[in-house]
């Protein structure tokens, strides 16, 4: 294979070398260039020797000497450089599956690409990897990968993915672990079918892989109101979701016995659901996992009480409203509270909204779309500004789920919007409007 070049940085190397957009690059340094993992595994060599074939078809070779990881210029059309992979399994959970009919297409594919595991950290099932690409990826020492485990019991893993390569490939957590490349993992849990028992096994299976294994997140199921023709699946109660707690801890206490540390975490809502008190910001050991919803609560108030303790405002004339969503709404109650107390004349009114679009049980503000925000700030006065979840917004910044603009919210409501930053400190600059 090849990757064709589709663009020359003006000025850089490869420029200089009169390399050229078209050109396709065979390989570097004998060594075939098929992705993106290929290209930057291999461009950080100080001596290159490009193999190329140019839009004619004719061959070759262009000698580079460079500093150690500088740039050399080339640009390709995706960050890929390949066609991104989709996911083969047919999970009982998936949440894809629960959306909605007239979404913008995008939000239907089912990436499964452990490319995107090291460029961005997204979660891999590894039912997609084969042995080559295993070894390529121990060659590389790419690390850490990112690894949707679920059960690490090989024919319930099967059931759950409804994929017959599900059991086989939990082979490879074993493989690199013992390569030594780092691992950070998920379970997301459905009552009944992986927790419980299930889940005890799976955490002492993981357990026999650290230190490769440096975490250990369980994630409830989120269940959307369209799941019509799918996999029967209950929601976690109180009384369940406290057991799936109770579960994590003692498997902790045991770990620490032995090692000094936990890397088994439970996420945020499972707290919420057993309406229990949230671990502080020390517990979560440098939050491994925030991605998954583990820690994001201990870290927000832990940065926003540092960040209000510092500010030296005491006085504001400021009226803000804040979006949140239902899970989030007792915690930026509390913090909006803080900063009202300490600062005189701001004035916060938090608004938690329902997500009509997903169902009454998807409470988290990155699912909230644009028209439930509206519904629920309709004959509200939203004072001088509206501030938003950034979380709730596609990558690009400015569409809501449901394909809303920001402006198109901001001209329906009349008010001027901000997104929130993700950090404790950003929101209280919202707050205050950056003062």
């Not at 992705?35 to 140019?54: G, M, Q």
């Not at 690409?133 to 319930?156: D, F, G, W, Y």
């Not at 650290?210 to 369209?226: E, F």
């Amino acid at each position: 294979m090849a990757v064709t070049i589709n663009g020359v940085e003006a000025g850089s190397i490869a420029a200089k070398k009169r390399i050229s957009a078209g050109d396709r690059l065979l390989s570097i340094n004998g060594n075939a260039i098929n992705d993106v993992l290929d290209y930057r595994f291999y461009i950080n060599d100080t001596k290159l020797l490009l193999s190329l074939e140019t839009a004619q078809g004719k061959s070759k070779l262009v000698l580079i000497k460079k500093d150690e990881f500088k740039d050399i210029g080339l640009e390709f059309e995706t960050y890929l450089m390949d066609r991104q992979r989709s996911c083969k399994n047919k999970c009982i959970f998936c949440f894809i599956d629960q959306l909605p009919k007239g979404l913008r297409k995008s939000l239907y594919f089912k990436d499964d690409d452990s490319r995107l595991s090291f460029l961005f950290g997204n979660y891999i099932t590894l039912t997609n990897l084969t042995d080559e690409e295993a070894e390529r990826i121990i060659k590389m020492h790419i690390s850490p990968v990112n690894v949707s485990v679920q059960t690490m019991n090989p024919e319930l893993r099967v059931k759950m993915m409804a994929n017959p390569k599900a059991g086989e490939s939990l082979k490879y957590l074993r493989k690199f672990a013992g390569a030594g490349i780092t691992l950070n993992t998920q379970l997301v849990l459905c009552p009944d079918i992986n927790d419980g028992k299930e889940l005890e096994f799976s955490l002492n299976e993981l357990s026999k892989l650290y230190p490769a294994v440096q975490s250990i997140a369980a994630v409830p199921v989120g269940l959307s109101d369209h799941r019509e023709g799918l996999y029967p699946l209950k929601p976690y109660t109180e009384k369940t979701a406290g057991e799936a707690i109770d579960i994590i801890d003692r498997f902790n206490e045991k770990f620490k016995e032995e090692h000094g540390e936990i890397i088994a975490y439970a996420a945020d809502e499972f707290y919420l659901k057993a309406k229990r008190p949230m671990p502080d910001a020390d517990y979560y050991n440098g939050f491994p996992q925030l991605e998954n919803g583990v820690g994001m609560w201990a870290l927000l108030k832990d940065e926003f009480e540092a960040a209000l303790d510092d500010c030296k405002l005491t006085k504001l004339s400021r009226k803000v409203t804040v979006v949140t969503g239902e899970a989030a709404y007792p915690l930026i109650s509390e913090l909006s509270k803080k900063a009202e107390n300490k600062i005189k004349g701001l004035s916060v009114q938090v608004v938690p909204v329902k997500n009509k679009l997903l169902g009454s049980m998807i409470t988290v503000s990155g699912l909230l779309c644009g028209s439930d925000i509206a519904d629920a700030l309709s004959g509200l006065s939203l004072g001088d500004e509206l501030i938003i979840p950034p979380n709730c917004l596609r990558s690009e910044g400015d569409m809501f789920l449901d394909d809303m603009t920001v402006d198109g919210l901001s001209d329906k409501l009349g008010v001027k919007i901000t997104q929130n930053g993700s950090s404790g400190e950003d929101l209280l600059s919202a707050l205050t409007g950056g003062i």
